[in-house]
């Protein structure tokens, strides 16, 4: 995994940043600079859950394809939860679930990332997550914004739904849809102690975050391309904003 990493982001110019080391794993942060020092900061984050084998291969095939604006500082964070993912199970080898650990930092790994931005001299302004829901028939995605600019969910939930199901029917985990694919979050855990990365980055900092999930009942080839589907059009929407959308990040 962290070989295939290592190669699409070297080519696609980006840095590594080794944040921490915990049981026996490295864990990695790529990023690559603008060629602007005030520019917005966007994260991507993938492989928190380590049975949900489809965000850190999407992140993957994202690093050898996608066009990486010079216009944005991106920090990507491929897999956070190693031990998780070589168990093939949610949490990590602790049994610790590391997107409800972000209040409680119970975890190296949660503690690992949080002290990684700390140390940044810009704040999260953007964060893409990468995920799939095992009950889920279609693609949804969760909308939580706490900073400015226009939202990024309708073109990004147009893109999938031209070769992927988006989720029609609510609730999903007592979420209501406002429209097809698309819950908007407060910024407020589901569990008072349980915060998710998004809940943690919102409450930080003014910050735009969407939450991907694929549909769990499509095979994982399916899967993976549905997230690079809603990946790419992000990133095309932060180059090129549709016409019309004057509002900044
Ligand atoms: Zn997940």
Same mark, same amino acid.
């Given at each position: 995994m962290y070989q295939q990493v290592s190669e699409a982001a070297t080519e696609a110019g980006f840095q590594s940043d080794r944040v921490g080391r915990v049981a026996g794993d490295d864990l990695w942060i790529w990023t690559r600079r603008a060629s602007t020092p005030d520019a917005t900061v966007v994260f991507l984050s993938s492989g928190i859950h380590g049975d949900e084998r489809s965000g850190p291969e999407a992140l993957i095939r994202l690093l050898e394809m996608a066009n990486w604006d010079d216009a944005y500082d991106w920090v990507v964070m491929p897999l956070l939860n190693p031990s998780g993912w070589r168990l093939n199970r949610r949490e990590n080898a602790d049994g610790v679930d590391l997107n409800r650990?972000?209040? +409680? +930092?119970?975890?190296a790994e949660t503690n690992a990332l949080i002290d990684w931005w700390r140390h940044q001299s810009k704040p999260c302004s953007i964060h893409l997550s990468f995920h799939e829901d095992w009950e889920a028939d279609g693609f949804y995605l969760y909308e939580i914004a706490?900073? #400015?600019? $226009?939202?990024l969910a309708p073109s990004i939930l147009m893109s999938v739904a031209g070769d992927f199901p988006l989720?029609? @029917?609510? #609730?999903v985990d007592d979420h209501a849809l406002c429209a097809p694919g698309w819950i908007t979050h407060a910024p407020? $855990?589901? @569990? #008072? @102690?349980?915060?998710p990365e998004a809940i943690w980055l919102t409450r930080t900092w003014p910050v735009r975050s969407y939450t991907f999930e694929a549909p769990g009942r499509l095979p994982l080839a399916q899967r993976i391309d549905s997230l690079i589907s809603a990946g790419s059009a992000a990133l095309n929407f932060l180059s090129k904003p549709p016409s019309g959308l004057n509002e900044k990040f």
């Amino acid at each position: 995994m962290y070989q295939q990493v290592s190669e699409a982001a070297t080519e696609a110019g980006f840095q590594s940043d080794r944040v921490g080391r915990v049981a026996g794993d490295d864990l990695w942060i790529w990023t690559r600079r603008a060629s602007t020092p005030d520019a917005t900061v966007v994260f991507l984050s993938s492989g928190i859950h380590g049975d949900e084998r489809s965000g850190p291969e999407a992140l993957i095939r994202l690093l050898e394809m996608a066009n990486w604006d010079d216009a944005y500082d991106w920090v990507v964070m491929p897999l956070l939860n190693p031990s998780g993912w070589r168990l093939n199970r949610r949490e990590n080898a602790d049994g610790v679930d590391l997107n409800r650990d972000f209040l +409680r +930092r119970s975890a190296a790994e949660t503690n690992a990332l949080i002290d990684w931005w700390r140390h940044q001299s810009k704040p999260c302004s953007i964060h893409l997550s990468f995920h799939e829901d095992w009950e889920a028939d279609g693609f949804y995605l969760y909308e939580i914004a706490t900073g #400015p600019g $226009p939202s990024l969910a309708p073109s990004i939930l147009m893109s999938v739904a031209g070769d992927f199901p988006l989720q029609s @029917e609510g #609730p999903v985990d007592d979420h209501a849809l406002c429209a097809p694919g698309w819950i908007t979050h407060a910024p407020d $855990p589901d @569990e #008072p @102690e349980g915060w998710p990365e998004a809940i943690w980055l919102t409450r930080t900092w003014p910050v735009r975050s969407y939450t991907f999930e694929a549909p769990g009942r499509l095979p994982l080839a399916q899967r993976i391309d549905s997230l690079i589907s809603a990946g790419s059009a992000a990133l095309n929407f932060l180059s090129k904003p549709p016409s019309g959308l004057n509002e900044k990040f």
